[in-house]
């Protein structure tokens, strides 16, 4: 069901939705696991390729608009949408990677970032402040609230531990029976706006911040989105639905129960 354009989905659709969900889960598991010195993007990508086969699901990346990975790995520099291919990872260095799979026609999408060895404790501060802001962001969402609540969390949560750049190119979506649909969801802004958020809308929240300035630039490839500076960037991602009791994070592997409850938020999932 669709309302003003935003897909309204049914508890057995959340239900495809939360299968889909623990396949991307489980597939960056897996990705953080191996991610080490001297491995190559394609090897990841190649990686994550027979474990979503392996589980009965497809991949919501492969293909989309004529990209040609399972994954995004956009490392140091690269904000997002990078594609899998030769480059080798070095210690120091680090990736984000963005996942997704479909179930039955409905799609999970989750992201995380990755060090590979040792890196400078800013890096590891900046990746710290990131996931943060993905938990915070979903932490405001309540039954009744509005999307722009969502996004006032991220930026405050950034804005309030440091000069970091959030990226305001690239927002989070609505997801469900296809990967990208509104609303859209910035990493900034008042809270209060936008529309509401009820049961079975299901959003996928995934700040971008940078250690420098936000702007971005794409690459000759048309697909990979670097800083224009040059500064690192870290991505964070998970998909989440609100249910009666709570907050539902989809592409958790426990459901985001956990973190949830460090952030003293109901927890909505079974």
């Avoid at 009965?56 to 608009?65: P, Q």
């Avoid at 291919?85 to 999970?108: E, Q």
């Avoid at 932490?139 to 750049?165: F, N, P």
């Avoid at 971008?208 to 490839?221: F, I, Y």
Wanted: proline share 4%.
């Amino acid at each position: 069901m669709f309302e003003r354009g935003i897909e309204i989905k049914t508890p057995a659709q959340i239900e495809s939705m939360r299968a889909a969900g623990l396949i991307v889960g489980s597939t960056l598991e897996l990705l953080r696991s191996v991610v080490a010195p001297g491995i190559t993007t394609a090897e990841l990508d190649a990686i994550a390729h027979d474990h979503i086969r392996s589980q009965g699901a497809t991949s919501n990346f492969l293909g989309y608009h004529g990209f040609t990975g399972v994954i995004c790995t956009s490392v140091n520099d690269q904000v997002v949408h990078g594609i899998p291919g030769t480059r080798v990872l070095r210690d120091g260095d680090i990736i984000s990677i963005d996942c997704g799979a479909i179930v039955d026609g409905w799609h999970g999408d989750a992201a995380t970032t990755v060090a590979i060895g040792e890196v400078p404790e800013e890096v590891t501060e900046l990746m710290r402040v990131t996931e943060e802001a993905l938990w915070r962001g979903i932490a405001a969402a309540r039954l009744g609230g509005r999307v722009s609540d969502i996004s006032h969390a991220v930026e405050e949560t950034v804005d309030a531990t440091g000069d970091y750049g959030i990226v305001e190119g690239y927002t989070g979506h609505g997801i469900g029976s296809a990967m990208h649909q509104p609303p859209n969801v910035p990493n900034y802004g008042k809270a209060g706006r936008g529309p509401k958020l009820v049961k079975g809308l299901a959003l996928a929240v995934e700040p971008m911040v940078t250690l420098g300035s936000p702007e971005t630039r794409t690459l000759a490839d048309d697909w990979t989105v670097v800083t224009t500076d040059g500064s690192w960037a870290a991505h964070y991602e998970h998909t989440f639905t609100l249910t009666d009791t709570g907050v539902w994070v989809l592409t958790a592997i426990d459901g985001g129960e956990a973190r949830l409850a460090e952030l003293g938020v109901p927890y909505g999932g079974h």
